[in-house]
């Protein structure tokens, strides 16, 4: 009986190593080239054609609500039936009247960096917008990109100027003074 298990041992062996080299082959046959890889599409510039979603704004194509200086908006932090900042007209009621446009800049890794550094790119414009009202009580309301579309290289934001700082609070009537 030892001379016949004999023979069955020693063929496991080769087929064992037979079975490990085609493994290997087949990983390195099927496994994806770096250089066949398609590469991330660039964002698009401001003058791309439209994405097929509807855009927020008659001048820039971006993938987030983005107002040009002058634009009434109902945003969803004031108003609670809405989910996404929309364009208004500047003559009836409204949320928020869009003041400023910065860019964001490089090396905001979180965030949290993006919205305190669109706060503090915004405070000078709401300032500003604030001392050409005549009094009252406003609050600035920056919005841009979130880390997703940061990462993608979008900077443009927007500074918008409010009554009011909660959902259903005061809204606009008409264009800011200025």
Not at 43 to 63: E, N, R, W, Y
Not at 95 to 113: T, Y
Not at 149 to 178: I, N
Request: proline content about 14%.
């Amino acid at each position: 009986m030892t001379q016949s298990a004999r023979p069955a041992g020693r063929l496991v062996l080769p087929a064992l190593v037979l079975l490990l080299v085609v493994a290997v082959l087949a990983v390195v046959l099927l496994w994806p080239s770096p250089k066949h890889r398609a590469a991330a599409p660039p964002p698009p510039s401001p003058t791309a054609s439209p994405s097929p979603s509807p855009s927020l704004s008659p001048t820039k194509q971006l993938p987030y609500p983005w107002f040009p200086v002058g634009a009434c908006l109902d945003h969803p932090k004031l108003s609670p039936v809405i989910t996404v900042a929309r364009p208004q007209q500047c003559d009836g009621q409204h949320d928020a009247e869009s003041i400023g446009n910065p860019l964001l800049p490089d090396g905001l890794l979180k965030e949290s960096q993006i919205a305190l550094t669109l706060e503090r790119l915004c405070q000078p414009y709401a300032a500003a917008a604030e001392a050409k009202q005549g009094g009252g009580t406003w609050f600035s309301l920056p919005t841009g990109p979130s880390l997703k579309y940061y990462s993608q290289g979008y900077r443009d934001a927007s500074c918008l100027l409010a009554a009011s700082d909660r959902e259903g609070g005061t809204k606009l009537t008409a264009p800011l003074k200025g």
